[in-house]
């Protein structure tokens, strides 16, 4: 199995910053890609930014320029630095992770709380 503990949540003020951490561990094969979603009540989950094992990114239109999003060597921890951070970025963070080589597969971390005020 596969675990991925998030880290670095919590409650800022208006043009704060937070960094958040994704440690995974477990049978790992090979990790394709990490990175975060979030999600507000009554939306669909959506992309934040995503790293791959290419160390290609790709970032959701609302945060580019304000995060940035970095991992390991060992690529098996991801962070999420999220500077200027805005109420609308208010929600609950999940980890992802696609790992596997002929079959791959995804993994949620169980979320972690970001609450900016205004």
């Known amino acids: 199995q596969v675990q991925l503990a998030e880290s670095g949540g919590g409650l800022v003020q208006a043009g704060g910053s937070l960094r958040l951490s994704c440690a995974a561990s477990g049978r790992i094969v090979r990790i394709n890609r990490m990175g975060w979603y979030r999600q507000v009540p009554g939306k669909e989950r959506e992309l934040v930014a995503r790293i791959a094992i290419d160390k290609s990114t790709n970032y959701g239109d609302s945060v580019k320029g304000r995060f940035t999003i970095s991992r390991n060597r060992a690529m098996n921890t991801v962070y999420l630095q999220m500077n200027s951070l805005q109420p609308e970025d208010t929600g609950v963070y999940y980890c992802?992770?696609?790992?596997?080589?002929?079959?791959?597969?995804?993994?949620w971390g169980q979320g972690t709380q970001v609450t900016v005020s205004s």
């Open positions: 992802n992770a696609n790992i596997g080589t002929v079959d791959s597969y995804d993994y």
